[in-house]
């Protein structure tokens, strides 16, 4: 009867530390993964044109979503990804009418591959640096982001 019941202890004893385990509140810590494609560092963009988007995210466990963000260059830097950049919402002295764009999309899986063509640069946009800053967000809240600085101008000569 001992053995019975030093059993039945040991094996309740693995459940509960399996199920511990699993709902660890901590969960995903792993930040998303971005590839981006293009446009490259420093791409000279045609003004009333369409911007060539591609990137790749992953992630260890499920992507949740991205989002990408336009906007003037003038007055502060990035980096190029989170490790490296100084990344603040005080966009300094911005152009008034200089072009500006955010939108999100929803993500699924593990690993994704987005292009896009349908982001347009208008007639409108003023000329000049802007930086185009990509975050990806996982399932989990986990973000990442990487930023380019591309350039706008009126045609190419």
Not at 39 to 60: H, K, M, Q, S, Y
């Amino acid at each position: 009867m001992k053995t019975a019941t030093f059993f039945l202890t040991v094996i309740a004893t693995l459940f509960a530390t399996a199920f511990l385990t699993a709902c660890d509140e901590d969960g995903d810590t792993t930040k998303p993964a971005i590839h981006l494609v293009s446009p490259a560092e420093g791409a000279v963009l045609i003004i009333g044109e369409r911007i060539d988007f591609e990137a790749v995210f992953t992630d260890n466990e499920n992507l949740g979503s991205y989002k990408i963000d336009i906007h003037d260059a003038s007055g502060h830097t990035h980096g190029h990804d989170e490790s490296d950049g100084d990344y603040g919402h005080d966009h300094g002295d911005s152009k008034e009418d200089a072009f500006s764009f955010v939108d999100t999309w929803n993500l699924s899986g593990i690993s994704q591959t987005v292009k896009h063509t349908d982001i347009l640069i208008p007639s409108s946009a003023t000329p000049g640096a802007y930086h185009l800053v990509v975050y990806c967000y996982d399932a989990s809240g986990n973000e990442t982001y990487v930023a380019r600085t591309i350039s706008f101008v009126d045609k190419l000569e």
